[in-house]
């Protein structure tokens, strides 16, 4: 990308984010919100947040942050320090010099994209929308969402892109609960359709980050994020189907992996589960199918992938079925079934498309009597696609409470979990992830699925 001249607005700006005055919001306070909201304080900017949650902007403004990986210290100090304030009156977005929308962005029943919260959040940004302000879209979509979906709406204005206003992408990379690497660790990659806006997203992310990659437009950024979660759906589709296939060899694919993880080139490893959960691997894929079939592309390997990983809970559930036959003769009807782990992943409180989820409901369609356990999800909140089990509460892990039940199935393996108490005190287990055999416990009555 060839260096161009910066205008002297574009000077007078680049020079207020290096001062630090310039003020960000920040468009959506969950998982991917907030991190980026206390990044930006951490590094002397002010920040206003905004979400249409009422309830939850007002535990942030008391300081309260309700997702677990992040302490509650964090947000009071900010909030008290006057550098952080939370809000549901969107006419403020005018109020700050950068916007980051970082807002959900999930499938519809057909697996077509639905953004009606980036839509949403474009046209209430376009009813205060001024000169200089800059707009950065994090949310996961096709590549195209930026110029094809947001530039409209703000446009209709009547300000002009690149010249009024300036706007960019720069898709997240949160991992919640990984503890190696945070928001500003992690290297954020940075697109846009004109210098100006190239110059300004790039120097506002160079503060919160230790490195910014930049490419040359918000296409082929929102690319980069979609071939990012495609790699991890493939390859994990790939180790599912290994698994079947192996099962039925009596291999196990566990030692597999293991054993061809020692290889030190040619091979990363992966690891088969009950299903796929969190925002992005499930979901993420099939915003590029989607797309794909606007240029008469079929997106097949893709496709496949989300077939076998969607598979994956219904061949859970029969190996569950199997093992109730084989030790008990009898079926999932009227069995009682301990579900361990709610969050789609060890060690966080995130259930967003978490296999347990749809574990839960295969188990209630067969009649089972189903409760969980999590040490991190007390209960079951509203979710898009299983309304019917809000209010579900984790059950304690007691040696009588894991006598009473007929099996228990692990979905998610905390690190939390005594692991040892299933064990001794469980009729029958069937592992999803493995986590018995790596913590040592070889018992007859531990099925791996």
């Given at each position: 990308?060839?260096?161009?001249?910066i205008p002297?607005?574009?000077?007078?700006?680049?020079t207020?984010?290096?001062?630090?005055?310039?003020?960000?919001?920040?468009?959506?306070?969950?998982?991917?919100?907030?991190?980026?909201?206390?990044?930006?304080?951490?590094?002397?900017f002010?920040?206003?947040?905004?979400?249409?949650?009422?309830a939850?902007v007002?535990?942030?403004?008391?300081g309260?942050?309700g997702?677990?990986?992040?302490?509650?210290?964090?947000?009071?100090?900010?909030?008290?320090?006057?550098?952080?304030?939370?809000?549901?009156?969107?006419?403020?977005?005018?109020?700050?010099?950068?916007?980051?929308?970082?807002?959900?962005?999930?499938?519809?029943k057909?697996?077509?994209?639905?953004?009606?919260?980036?839509?949403?959040s474009?046209?209430?940004?376009?009813?205060?929308?001024?000169?200089?302000?800059?707009?950065?879209?994090?949310?996961?979509?096709?590549?195209g969402?930026?110029?094809?979906?947001?530039?409209?709406?703000?446009?209709?204005?009547?300000?002009?892109?690149?010249?009024?206003?300036?706007?960019?992408?720069?898709?997240?990379?949160?991992?919640?609960?990984n503890?190696?690497?945070?928001?500003?660790?992690?290297?954020?990659?940075v697109?846009?359709?004109d210098?100006s806006?190239?110059?300004l997203?790039?120097?506002?992310?160079?503060t919160?980050?230790?490195?910014?990659?930049?490419?040359?437009?918000?296409?082929?950024?929102?690319?980069?994020?979609?071939?990012?979660?495609?790699?991890?759906?493939?390859?994990?589709a790939?180790?599912?189907?290994?698994?079947?296939i192996?099962?039925?060899m009596?291999?196990?694919?566990?030692e597999?992996?293991?054993?061809?993880?020692?290889?030190?080139?040619?091979?990363?490893?992966?690891y088969?589960?009950?299903?796929?959960?969190?925002?992005?691997?499930?979901?993420?894929?099939?915003?590029?199918?989607?797309?794909?079939?606007?240029?008469?592309?079929?997106?097949?390997?893709?496709e496949?992938?989300g077939?076998i990983?969607?598979?994956?809970?219904?061949?859970?559930?029969?190996?569950?079925?199997?093992?109730?036959?084989?030790?008990f003769?009898?079926?999932?009807?009227?069995?009682k079934?301990?579900v361990?782990?709610?969050?789609?992943?060890?060690?966080?409180?995130?259930?967003?498309?978490?296999?347990?989820?749809?574990?839960?409901?295969?188990?209630v369609?067969?009649?089972a009597?189903v409760?969980?356990?999590?040490?991190?999800?007390?209960?079951?909140l509203?979710?898009?696609?299983?309304?019917q089990?809000?209010g579900?509460?984790?059950?304690?892990?007691?040696?009588?409470?894991?006598?009473?039940?007929?099996?228990?199935?692990?979905?998610?393996?905390?690190?939390?979990?005594?692991?040892?108490t299933?064990?001794?005190?469980?009729?029958l287990?069937?592992?999803?992830?493995?986590?018995?055999?790596?913590?040592g416990f070889?018992?007859s009555?531990?099925?791996?699925?």
């Open positions: 990308m060839p260096s161009q001249k002297p607005e574009i000077e007078k700006l680049l207020r984010i290096a001062d630090r005055n310039y003020t960000i919001g920040i468009v959506g306070l969950g998982y991917v919100g907030l991190p980026l909201a206390l990044t930006a304080v951490q590094q002397g002010d920040v206003l947040g905004f979400d249409i949650n009422e939850r007002a535990d942030l403004n008391e309260r942050s997702i677990e990986h992040i302490d509650d210290e964090m947000i009071a100090a900010a909030a008290s320090a006057g550098k952080f304030w939370a809000t549901a009156d969107f006419s403020e977005l005018g109020k700050p010099d950068a916007i980051l929308i970082a807002v959900p962005t999930p499938l519809s057909q697996r077509e994209p639905d953004l009606v919260y980036v839509e949403r474009a046209e209430a940004i376009a009813q205060c929308l001024r000169k200089g302000q800059l707009i950065v879209l994090e949310s996961t979509t096709w590549p969402t930026t110029k094809e979906l947001v530039k409209p709406i703000l446009e209709k204005t009547g300000l002009v892109c690149g010249e009024d206003f300036f706007l960019a992408y720069s898709p997240e990379r949160e991992d919640p609960g503890t190696e690497f945070h928001t500003r660790s992690i290297p954020k990659i697109g846009a359709d210098d806006s190239r110059e997203v790039g120097a506002i992310y160079g919160l980050v230790s490195e910014v990659v930049p490419v040359v437009s918000a296409a082929t950024a929102e690319a980069v994020k979609l071939t990012e979660n495609i790699f991890r759906s493939v390859n994990i790939l180790v599912n189907e290994l698994k079947l192996y099962d039925k009596d291999i196990d694919i566990w597999v992996i293991d054993a061809a993880k020692t290889k030190p080139f040619g091979f990363m490893p992966f088969p589960g009950p299903g796929l959960g969190g925002h992005c691997i499930p979901i993420d894929p099939f915003y590029l199918t989607w797309k794909a079939r606007e240029y008469e592309v079929a997106a097949r390997f893709i496949l992938a077939e990983n969607t598979a994956m809970p219904h061949h859970v559930v029969n190996k569950l079925a199997s093992a109730l036959d084989c030790s003769s009898r079926g999932l009807n009227g069995s079934i301990l361990i782990g709610m969050a789609y992943k060890k060690n966080v409180d995130d259930m967003r498309e978490s296999p347990s989820l749809k574990l839960i409901d295969l188990l369609e067969r009649s009597n409760e969980y356990h999590d040490p991190h999800i007390a209960e079951v509203q979710t898009r696609s299983y309304p089990m809000r579900m509460k984790s059950l304690d892990l007691t040696p009588q409470n894991l006598q009473s039940f007929d099996a228990v199935l692990i979905s998610t393996d905390h690190d939390a979990i005594d692991w040892a299933i064990v001794e005190h469980s009729r287990i069937v592992d999803s992830r493995n986590v018995c055999n790596r913590n070889f018992d009555k531990i099925h791996k699925a």
